[in-house]
């Protein structure tokens, strides 16, 4: 492996590292100066899909971000030592966490516009992009031709480094994001447009969007 491409690799890896423990300490702040309201909103009501879900998209990233934070910060590895089981565990995780986190906001889409359709599109769109991404990142075609060799030695996939082909799974993320974000601003200012909007539907407009726009912009 070249100086150039040692370099290159040394410096995502830092960034990732830094990434990861920043991403770290936003998810503890969030989680302390919103749990008053947890308390008094969710913790006394009966356990429904809702709460369910909230509940997995709540507490489930400290999981999994602290298995990814672990991954992330090591710096020794042992001879004949294997990552791979800990990778699965870690990646079945964070899916779990996004459906959950994105099936609330979906729920949200959907309280305000009741409608069959627009239900089943909700749960097609994202299940066809998701399809799609995963059958591409895995396709032979598409492997040869995205990943290119940079004789990175193998450290039973203890080495914090992904292959090109992960772009699809963010790109079919990408594009939900995009569709429900349109969605949300369809809703406020088409249906919502003449209608008073009270200060619980504001705080819902306002938080889904930023939400929507957060992602999509990062």
Request: hydrophobic residues 45%; glycine residues 6%.
């Amino acid at each position: 492996m070249s100086d150039t491409t040692a370099l290159y690799v040394d410096a995502g890896i830092q960034a990732s590292k830094y990434s990861n423990v920043g991403i770290f300490a936003v998810l503890i702040f969030d989680y302390c100066i919103t749990l008053e309201a947890e308390s008094q909103w969710v913790w006394h009501r009966k356990w429904t899909l809702v709460r369910f879900m909230f509940t997995i998209s709540r507490y489930l990233p400290f999981v999994g971000i602290g298995m990814t934070f672990t991954a992330a910060l090591r710096t020794q590895y042992y001879p004949g030592e294997s990552c791979v089981r800990f990778g699965q565990v870690s990646s079945v995780l964070h899916v779990i966490c996004i459906l959950a986190a994105e099936g609330l906001l979906l729920m949200r889409i959907y309280t305000s516009w009741p409608c069959k359709r627009l239900l089943t599109f909700l749960i097609v769109f994202p299940t066809v992009c998701l399809v799609g991404s995963y059958i591409l990142s895995h396709s032979t075609v598409v492997d040869n031709y995205l990943n290119t060799p940079t004789n990175l030695p193998d450290l039973g996939q203890c080495l914090f480094v992904n292959g090109r082909k992960s772009v699809f799974e963010y790109a079919a993320l990408f594009l939900c994001e995009l569709v429900s974000l349109s969605l949300m601003l369809f809703i406020k200012f088409r249906r919502y447009k003449n209608r008073t909007i009270g200060p619980l539907q504001e705080i819902f407009f306002n938080d889904s969007m930023i939400h929507r726009s957060s992602f999509t912009a990062s």
